[in-house]
Structure formats: C-alpha cells, structure tokens
C-alpha cells in the first residue's frame, strides 16, 4: 500500500494559507482597514471547505478502509 504524499502536501500549504490570512486580518484590522479585514477573513473561511474536500478525498485513497473482516 504506497501513500501519496500530495493530499499531505496540499493540506500543509492550506494549513500555512490560514496562518497567513489570520495574521493579515489582525494586521489589517490593527490598521482600521475593515474591508480589507473581512477579505481575508473570507478567504480565510473559504479555505475550510477546500481543505475538507481534500482530507476525505486522500482518507479514501488506498487499501483497507478500516478494520473490515
């Protein structure tokens, strides 16, 4: 059963995406930039699904789902 590492990759880069957006929105919002804050926030937001989307696609890939008899 080889694993791919790509879903692990790309939930990395998606996890360092929300570090990212979440320091811009409290910058952003330290500077009174609202608009600006509420853009991040929802990118920020937006990225929840995506990463969801690529977790259940990766759990399914391989061999053995479970503990199957």
Same mark, same amino acid.
């Given at each position: 059963?080889?694993?791919?590492?790509? @879903? !692990?990759?790309? =939930?990395? *880069?998606? $996890?360092?995406m929300?570090i990212?957006?979440?320091? +811009?929105? %409290?910058?952003?919002?330290?500077?009174?930039?609202? @608009? !600006?804050?509420? =853009?991040? *926030?929802? $990118?920020?937001?937006?990225?929840?699904?995506?990463? +969801?989307? %690529?977790?259940?696609?990766?759990?399914?890939?391989? @061999?053995?789902?479970?503990?199957?008899?």
């Amino acid at each position: 059963m080889k694993r791919s590492y790509v @879903g !692990v990759l790309i =939930l990395a *880069a998606i $996890l360092m995406m929300n570090i990212v957006f979440t320091q +811009l929105v %409290v910058h952003q919002y330290y500077y009174e930039n609202y @608009g !600006v804050t509420l =853009l991040y *926030a929802g $990118l920020n937001i937006l990225l929840f699904p995506v990463a +969801l989307f %690529v977790y259940k696609n990766e759990k399914n890939k391989g @061999g053995s789902k479970g503990y199957e008899k």
